[in-house]
């Protein structure tokens, strides 16, 4: 005879225990983001979101150690954010409200494909600062030219996969930076912000309000007096002579691409059938890590299978939440349903879903 269960849990019991779950798959994803951002030496920094208020998570310490510090915050039902001080990693930020306009527009055109988070309409550029320059204390843009900004001396940057509060949405990378690192601006955008006074080149007061850690080093001996004159005239010529150097790169890249045929256009592949309601709910009950293509498959015809059978609890998430709680939490562990394929395991999964939801 088939086993009977008679568990009652409530309401609200059920709602903590669906938001802490998610809080620790958000924190589980904000581990491995951090992580990349460690290894490109971006100094991340942990913020209780909302508040703004940093969070003593130590990143230089091995990764069990401070990754376990972020799900035990997670359990906690803090809601975290990362973040990027800009001068530590070296880089500034132009953010956007909305799509630019004016000068900005043209100067960011050529650059969609670069190191970009995007929240809804909101993006932020990501740039390294050019040796000799520095940002003003202030950042902000006189008006006029769209809605966009840059941080100042001491500003940060939110960063992926945190929520973005004003767009209602999370950033997200157009192009991770571990794949494609940010680079310096270009010569028009660099002016274009000299212009605005958001940026400038740096002068002797700023050399000297840089802390000793922060100082270039000098020689053992003689006067080695640092001379900016000399080095702001020879950081000039060199980037003048980068700017040829990928002027003429570009141009040979033009040649190359004009003699190439344009390739045929792919076949029209049959459309694939849409993944069914609430389909990130039911992904949580499937194995971590790369699965087989059939595995994937079947999984999803069994689902699609339920939701045809039970449209009205497939309709709604916290029905759904309830029968991925009741399958990973009953069926998953008891042995009589081992065997089961996940069409039988889902639907015992919904028989009892339906006696919690009834009690």
């Not at 400038?200 to 007061?205: F, G």
């Not at 000793?212 to 640092?226: K, L």
């Not at 709910?281 to 087989?292: D, H, Q, V, Y």
Request: aromatic share 10%.
């Amino acid at each position: 005879m088939e086993p009977q269960f008679v568990v009652r849990i409530g309401s609200q019991e059920m709602q903590r225990i669906f938001a802490i779950r998610k809080n620790l798959d958000f924190c589980h994803t904000l581990a491995t983001y951090a992580e990349h951002y460690r290894q490109l030496g971006w100094s991340p920094l942990v913020r209780r979101a909302g508040c703004g208020t940093e969070v003593p998570v130590d990143f230089r310490r091995p990764h069990r150690s401070w990754a376990r510090s972020l799900m035990e915050l997670g359990l906690t039902g803090a809601v975290l954010e990362l973040a990027v001080p800009l001068r530590a990693a070296s880089l500034f930020v132009v953010r956007l409200t909305g799509p630019p306009q004016g000068a900005l527009a043209f100067y960011l055109a050529g650059r969609q494909h670069q190191c970009i988070a995007r929240a809804g309409e909101a993006e932020q550029h990501f740039f390294v600062l050019p040796p000799g320059w520095c940002v003003e204390p202030a950042g902000a843009p006189p008006q006029g030219e769209g809605p966009w900004s840059v941080p100042g001396t001491d500003g940060w940057a939110p960063l992926p996969p945190s929520r973005d509060e004003s767009a209602q949405d999370s950033w997200s990378w157009l192009t991770p930076p571990w794949e494609r690192p940010p680079g310096y601006p270009g010569p028009e955008l660099l002016a274009f912000l000299e212009a605005q006074g958001v940026l400038r080149p740096e002068t002797e007061e700023d050399d000297e309000a840089q802390p000793w850690w922060q100082e270039p080093a000098h020689a053992a001996e003689g006067p080695a007096e640092p001379r900016p004159e000399e080095r702001s005239a020879g950081e000039e010529a060199l980037l003048q002579a980068q700017v040829r150097e990928l002027t003429a790169l570009a141009q040979a890249m033009e040649k190359q691409l004009s003699v190439l045929q344009q390739p045929p256009a792919p076949e029209a592949k049959p459309a694939a059938e849409p993944l069914p309601v609430w389909w990130q709910e039911w992904s949580a009950l499937l194995p971590r890590g790369a699965l087989p293509p059939e595995i994937v498959a079947e999984f999803q015809d069994a689902v699609r299978a339920v939701c045809r059978e039970h449209p009205q609890l497939a309709a709604r998430r916290e029905h759904v939440n309830m029968v991925v709680y009741c399958y990973q939490n009953y069926v998953r562990i008891n042995p009589h349903f081992a065997g089961l394929s996940y069409g039988e395991k889902l639907s015992q999964a919904v028989r009892l879903a339906r006696d919690f939801l009834k009690s």
